[in-house]
């Protein structure tokens, strides 16, 4: 499209800080067309920590009502008494939260999202938090993202809707609730934070139990190395087409003919 409104062929730009081989995302960027290879890399500039919230993952335990005061010199692990591991972290991670001025917690999943960001708005007594995810409307992701950079609430819960090129403003602080699972998707997230030429990226992993805790040393390990794993191009990704096909034919019947010749035009207007 952009080479029949202006005449001539554009040229292409692509920027990835997470991709590797490069000479293999490079033939997909260019299939028959030469691709320029600018490498640029340097090791990631990364104060990363994991925190385990608890003495023994073993064993969780969970504060009991009463508290430990002048008057009752008892230890604290007195006071504790075992249960699942979120009545420890939740208070954790909203501290961390007060404790700097924009943050943003990842999570893996729509509906820890959700819920994570709920109880953590009813531990502060008001809404500081605002969940982030692919099942929210593209306007009201705008807003929350907003809200962000003005100032208006102190972070964000999201998934991977957070992960890839969008401009957060100023981020202090980014959480991570389980390990990321992946060094990219790591360095994806918590390069959210401190994302300025020169600025170091901060964040801390809390993992929910020993399984978690191992993964995510090796991943934290392969973030500090900046270890990307290589990227895997898909050949003949017939699900994708699928998927084309069947919303194409949800806008009007479309034959077998019909079809291929509006692959074909969409193919021309959009090669490489």
């Known amino acids: ?56 993952m073993t064993r969780p335990v969970t504060p009991a009502s009463q508290q430990p005061d002048s008057t009752n010199p008892a ?68 807003e929350i993202e907003e809200a962000l950079k003005a100032g208006r609430i102190r972070g964000i819960v999201a998934t991977s809707s957070l992960e890839l090129g969008i401009d957060m403003g100023a981020v202090d602080l980014v959480l991570l609730v389980e390990s990321p ?8 997230r918590i390069g959210r934070a401190g994302h300025q030429v020169g600025e170091v990226s901060k964040g801390r992993i809390y993992p929910k139990h020993r399984g978690d805790l191992l993964e995510a040393a090796v991943v934290c390990r ?17 699900d994708v087409l699928s998927q084309q096909i069947v919303a194409m034919c949800g806008v009007a019947p479309l034959t077998v003919d019909a079809l291929e010749r509006d692959q074909v035009k969409r193919i021309v207007l959009t090669r490489p």
Do not use: K, Y
């Open 222 to 238: 392969g973030m500090e190395e900046g270890a990307v794993e290589a990227t895997s191009i898909p050949r003949n990704p017939l």
């Open 75 to 142: 230890p604290i692990s007195s006071f504790l008494t075992p249960g699942g591991v979120w009545p420890v972290i939740q208070p954790v991670l909203l501290a961390e939260v007060l404790g700097h001025r924009s943050t943003i917690l990842f999570v893996n999943s729509r509906g820890l999202c959700e819920r994570l960001c709920q109880r953590l708005n009813e531990l502060a007594g008001e809404e500081i938090l605002r969940a982030h995810h692919g099942s929210i409307a593209h306007e009201q992701r705008r």
């Open 181 to 188: 699972g992946s060094v990219a998707r790591g360095l994806q």
């Open 1 to 56: 499209v952009a080479q029949l409104t202006a005449g001539r062929d554009p040229q292409r730009i692509g920027l990835s800080a997470t991709a590797r081989p490069l000479a293999e995302v490079a033939r997909f960027l260019g299939g028959d067309r030469p691709v320029a290879v600018v490498d640029t890399s340097a090791r990631p500039r990364l104060d990363v920590e994991i925190r385990v919230p608890v003495p023994d």
